[in-house]
């Protein structure tokens, strides 16, 4: 899910609690941290240092971080010239985000 503002909806015990109106018990907000919307495209070129900036969501913040991967939380991982400060093994990692997490840099990719 992307990153947001949702509702949590609470459905007793002994009901089905299968189908959404079984979910009538608004009893919060959730937040869930994250960007937003999950479709954001940037491009970088080979052999150059790269910045991916004005990325949105929920809760960024400066030391975040980007990892480029096939599928998330899942390897492989793509190799890039440079490294991210302070990671022996950077795999794609970005550097520490800057400017309340909407900018993220690496050395050449």
Avoid: K
């Avoid at 480029?68 to 899942?74: L, N, R, S």
């Amino acid at each position: 899910a992307m990153g947001g503002q949702y509702r949590l909806c609470w459905c007793a015990q002994g009901f089905p609690c299968s189908n959404i109106p079984h979910f009538r018990v608004d009893f919060g907000r959730f937040d869930l941290q994250g960007p937003a919307p999950l479709i954001q495209r940037r491009t970088c070129i080979s052999g150059q240092s790269c910045a991916f900036t004005n990325i949105t969501g929920l809760y960024l913040g400066d030391g975040d971080r980007i990892m480029i991967q096939d599928t998330c939380g899942a390897g492989p991982t793509w190799r890039f010239v440079g490294s991210a400060d302070g990671l022996d093994d950077p795999r794609a990692i970005s550097n520490l985000a800057m400017l309340d997490g909407t900018t993220y840099e690496w050395g050449g990719v």
